[in-house]
C-alpha cells in the first residue's frame, strides 16, 4: 500500500495519542490502526484481515456518521469488543480517499451523566409524593377555609409532616453534597467524645421511639475512656443514622445494642437489633444513595434511602469501613470499624477500666438522665 506509506512515518506519533485511531477507505475498510484503537474495538494486527468498519458496527450510529462524512458530528456507541465500555466517533477526512476514525473512551463521563440522570430523577420523584399531598391539602383548605377546626389541625398536621419530609430529604443532600466536596483539610478535627455523643444519640432514639409509639430495649456498653479523632458534626450524623435506622426497623418490643469498644483489629462503634433485618442481596446495595429495600418501603417508615450513603462518606473520610451482618426477620449488626490510630485514650489505669455495661428498659417515655459512668470521667 504505497499510498499509505507515510502512515508509517506517522505511526509513533499515532501511538503516542490516547484516541484509538483508524484509517478507513471509502468503504470503511480498515487500513490501518494504532494499538489503542485494537483495544477499542477489539480487532487485531495479527489478523491482517482488513475488514469493513462498516460490518463491525453494523448495529451502530456508525453508518450515520460515516455515510455524512461530517466531521463536526460526533457519535456514541458501545464498544463492539467491550460492551461495558462507551467510545465517541468522529471523522477526519486523511486524502481524497481515506478517513480517519478517532475514538475516544468517554465511558467515565458517560457514567457521570447517568448517575446525575439518576440523582435528578431520584430527588423528583423523592419530592413530589411529599408536595403532592401538600398541595392537596392546601386545595383543600382553599375551597373549604370555615373547615371544623379538628379537621383543619389534622390537615396541618400532615402538611407539616410532608413540609418536614422535604426539609430532612434537602438537609440530608446539603450535608452529602458538603462531605463529598469539602475537603477533610477543611473541618475541625478533634477529640471526639463518643461515650457523650452516644448519650445524645441514645436520647434522640428515645424520642423517636416515643414519636412512633415504640417500646425498645436498649442496652449501651461503652468504653468511657476511649475517644475517637475526628469531626464531631460528622461522626454524630453517621452514628446517629445507624442508630435511628435500629430504631425505624426494629418492631416494638425488640431490642437495640450500642456499643464502643475496641479489639485488635480497630475501633469499633456497633449497633445490633432485633428488627426486620436485610436480604443478602440487598446488602451491598443499601449504602447507594437513595436504595431501600421493599421491606423498609412496606413498613413506610418515610425515609429516602439518604442515611447509609452518609454513613459511607463519612467513615471514608476517616479511612474507616461499615461491616454489615443481617438475617431477614432476625436483625442486622452495623459496625463502623476505625484504624487504631483515631484513638484517644484517657490517661490513668483506674479511669481507663470504666466500662459502661448498662442494660436498661426504657419505656417510651423515660429519658436516659446523665449516669456517672456516661459524664464522669
Ligand atoms: N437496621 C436496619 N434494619 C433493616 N433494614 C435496614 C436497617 N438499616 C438500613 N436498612 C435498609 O437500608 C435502607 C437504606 O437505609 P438508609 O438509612 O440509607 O435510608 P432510609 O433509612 O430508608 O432513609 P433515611 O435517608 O431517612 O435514612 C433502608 O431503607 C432499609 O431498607
Ligand atoms: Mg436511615
Known amino acids: 500500500m504505497p499510498k499509505y506509506q507515510s502512515v508509517q512515518t506517522d505511526r509513533q506519533l499515532a501511538e503516542k495519542l490516547p484516541y484509538g485511531i483508524a484509517l478507513v477507505d471509502a468503504n470503511a475498510e480498515l487500513l490501518w490502526w494504532n494499538r489503542t484503537a485494537e483495544r477499542m474495538f477489539g480487532f487485531y494486527a495479527e489478523d491482517n484481515q482488513a475488514s469493513s468498519l462498516l460490518v463491525l458496527l453494523e448495529e451502530t450510529e456508525f453508518h450515520r456518521l460515516f455515510q455524512s462524512k461530517d466531521e463536526h458530528l460526533q457519535i456514541e456507541i458501545n464498544s463492539p469488543h467491550r460492551s461495558n465500555k462507551r467510545l ?22 458517560h457514567k457521570l451523566r447517568a448517575i446525575k440522570q439518576d440523582f435528578v430523577a431520584n430527588v423528583s420523584h423523592e419530592l413530589r409524593t411529599p408536595l403532592t399531598v401538600f398541595c392537596g391539602y392546601l ?8 373547615e371544623d377546626s379538628a379537621v383543619l389541625v389534622e390537615m396541618l398536621k400532615q402538611m407539616s409532616g410532608q413540609g418536614r419530609r422535604m426539609q430532612n430529604l434537602i438537609n440530608d443532600l446539603l450535608w452529602l453534597s458538603r462531605l463529598e466536596t469539602k475537603s477533610v483539610c477543611d473541618v475541625d478535627v478533634t477529640v471526639v467524645d463518643v461515650n457523650t455523643l452516644i448519650y445524645y ?13 415504640k417500646l425498645l430495649q436498649f442496652t449501651l456498653e ?10 464531631l458534626d460528622e461522626l454524630r450524623s453517621a452514628f446517629a443514622n445507624i442508630v435511628s435506622n435500629a430504631v425505624r426497623y426494629t418492631a416494638t418490643n425488640g431490642q437495640v445494642r450500642i456499643r464502643w469498644f475496641e479489639d485488635a483489629v480497630g475501633l469499633k462503634f456497633q449497633v445490633t437489633d432485633t428488627g426486620l433485618g436485610i436480604p443478602e442481596k440487598y446488602i451491598p446495595r443499601i449504602t447507594q444513595r437513595f436504595y431501600r429495600t421493599d421491606e423498609a418501603r412496606s413498613c413506610e417508615q418515610g ?17 474507616a469501613r461499615l461491616e454489615i451482618e443481617s438475617t431477614p426477620g432476625v436483625g442486622s449488626v452495623f459496625t463502623c470499624v476505625f484504624p487504631l490510630q483515631a484513638a484517644v485514650r484517657s490517661s490513668g489505669v483506674k479511669a481507663c477500666r470504666e466500662v459502661i455495661n448498662k442494660s436498661s428498659n426504657f419505656s417510651a417515655d423515660a429519658l436516659l438522665l446523665p449516669s456517672e459512668n456516661v459524664h464522669d470521667k
Do not use: F
Not at 207 to 212: D, N, P, Q, T, Y
Open 303 to 319: 425515609g429516602t434511602g439518604l442515611g447509609l450513603a452518609i454513613v459511607k462518606h463519612v467513615l471514608l473520610r476517616n479511612q
Open 222 to 231: 461503652v468504653d468511657a475512656c476511649l475517644q475517637l479523632k475526628g469531626n
Open 88 to 109: 465517541r466517533l468522529q471523522l477526519r477526512s486523511y486524502d481524497d480517499n481515506a478517513w480517519l476514525v478517532i475514538s475516544e473512551d468517554v465511558t467515565d463521563v
Open 201 to 213: 444519640i441514645h436520647n434522640d432514639a428515645l424520642a423517636l421511639c416515643k414519636s412512633s409509639g
Open 139 to 146: 386545595e383543600l383548605l382553599l375551597e373549604k377555609p370555615d
